[in-house]
């Protein structure tokens, strides 16, 4: 089982920025990403990057806002989010895929889950 440690989330207002930190338990995994889910919608995608770091991949709604990256000596990944909007209010979580199954974009890619992290923005 592994596990993945969210921190960085917070209230903050709008145009500001935050960092979030997602440290997991395992270094052999494929890639990780960011999820996000606002009260009352779907859990949707946010960014992805592979364990190499090469190619992240954004949801149009946060690309040239967020930034994804990652220190795989410390099997870390961060989302830099930057050019905040009240609608990017919502628990963020992070994902872990241990092989390739399917696109980054897709929950079902992923094997584990963090245990989300608020993010509220106000206007």
């Known amino acids: 089982q592994v596990q993945l440690v969210e921190s960085g989330g917070g209230l903050v207002q709008a145009g500001g920025s935050l960092r979030l930190s997602c440290a997991a338990s395992e270094r052999t995994f494929y890639a990780m990403g960011w999820f996000r889910q606002a009260p009352g919608k779907e859990r949707e995608f946010v960014a992805a990057?592979?364990?190499?770091?090469?190619?992240?991949y954004y949801s149009d709604s946060v690309k040239g806002r967020f930034t994804i990256s990652i220190d795989s000596a410390k099997n870390t990944v961060y989302l830099q989010m930057s050019s905040l909007k009240p609608e990017d209010t919502a628990v963020y979580y992070c994902?872990?895929?241990?092989?390739?199954?399917?696109?980054?974009?897709?929950?079902?890619?992923?094997?584990?889950w963090g245990q989300g992290t608020q993010v509220t923005v106000s206007s």
């Open positions: 990057i592979r364990r190499t770091g090469i190619t992240p």
């Open positions: 994902a872990f895929a241990a092989g390739v199954r399917g696109l980054a974009s897709n929950r079902s890619a992923y094997d584990y």
